[in-house]
């Protein structure tokens, strides 16, 4: 009986190191929230000034807004060929204080670097959402 518990621990303690080494291992490093303007862009120049500058001009004037893009920067390391899902869980108040929930998911695929990969939420899917209170990125 004593072998066979001493044959047993191992064993179980290999195939959990085994399972945990296939297990794909990722963090998010940043997430930038940008508002987009009527014609989809979050910023006028490539200067980081003149970005910042804008999002505060977006920010106090949400008519000029048309939807809200969360820029992710994501690193992950996994068996090659394996993809992992990048979501996004947004809560808002839409018209009537009637609170909203919508989660953004797109498929990220590993490798050795970093990995910057952009959610979107525009369109009428934006305005029936309301404004942004609350969102949390996960990988």
């Known amino acids: 009986m004593r072998r066979c518990r001493l044959l047993i621990l191992p064993a179980l303690l290999l195939a959990a190191a085994l399972s945990s080494a296939a297990a794909a291992t990722g963090r998010v490093v940043k997430v930038l929230p940008h508002f987009l303007d009527l014609k989809g ?7 980081l000034y ?14 000029q807004r ?3 893009r969360f ?5 992950a390391r996994t068996n090659r060929g394996a993809t992992l899902k990048l979501r996004a ?15 953004l998911e797109t498929e990220a695929k590993p490798g050795r670097l970093g990995h910057w990969t952009s959610l ?8 029936d959402f309301g ?4 969102w949390r990125v996960t990988l």
């Open 89 to 103: 869980e947004l809560r808002g108040i839409a018209q009537g204080n009637l609170p909203r929930q919508k989660t």
């Open 41 to 47: 862009r979050h910023a006028l120049s490539p200067s």
């Open 71 to 75: 820029d992710v920067l994501w690193k």
């Open 131 to 134: 404004e942004v209170t609350a």
């Open 50 to 63: 003149d970005r910042d500058a804008y999002q505060a001009q977006l920010r106090q004037h949400p008519e």
């Open 66 to 68: 048309s939807g809200m």
């Open 120 to 127: 979107t939420l525009g369109g009428n899917d934006y305005k």
